[in-house]
């Protein structure tokens, strides 16, 4: 049975790998380990290349599991002509688009954290991080006006700024995010403490029906 081990777990900040091809398809392969993080959890792929080719996309071969698995094979999308089974290769991620989607990912946690405080919140409709900015869909009894949406981001940026720690735990088979007594599901990538994530701006797009999105970049 075909696996892949996630380095991205292990070293998120790494940007450069070695690994053994283990399968080959029409338009991709898989690697026995690999450090580009495939679209799942509601993040973005990395982009890069393996042995110069570039990356186009990355996905898990979930084979309709539920939750996700974390030794599923990684499908990596390129240009495979000439690759054999068995051959070792050498990839990079782009890492300036890893650690921004990091930065971010932690902050969609905090503010996910301080809006479920408030006393409108009934509940998170999804989201998507990349790195270029994250959106998360709430669904809200009143809406966010301005000086409430200003009272988040500096809520947030105020914690931000105090420098907690971040870690990882498995509880059965999910993986929990933890950040100062913070507790969360997720098997994206983190920064390891709130410091580097440096100052945020958020915004919000009203979508109807209660639904507020929250859009989050950095500055």
Known sequence: MLTTRRLFDEKPYDHEFEATITYIGDDHLVLDQTLFYPLSGNQDYDIGFI?????????????????LDFTAPIKHYLAVDGLEIGQKISGKIDSVRRLNTMRLHTASHLIE???????????????????????????????????????????????????????????????????????????????????????????????????????TQLL
Not at 51 to 67: F, Y
């Open 51 to 67: 042995e110069g080719r570039q990356v186009n996309a990355v996905h898990v071969d979930d084979v309709g599991e539920s939750r």
């Open 113 to 215: 954290y301080f809006l479920s405080k408030t006393p409108d919140f009934l509940s998170v409709e999804g989201s998507f991080v990349n790195g270029l900015k994250d959106r998360t869909d709430y669904i809200l009894a009143n809406n966010l006006d301005p000086k409430s949406l200003a009272v988040l981001e500096l809520e947030v940026n105020d914690f931000i700024n105090q420098a907690h720690p971040i870690e990882f735990q498995f509880q059965d088979d999910m993986r929990i995010w933890c950040c100062a007594g913070i507790t969360m599901p997720c098997c994206g990538t983190h920064v390891s403490n709130t410091i580097e994530v440096g100052q945020i701006k958020i915004s919000r797009k009203n979508k109807g029906k209660g639904v507020n999105r929250i859009e």
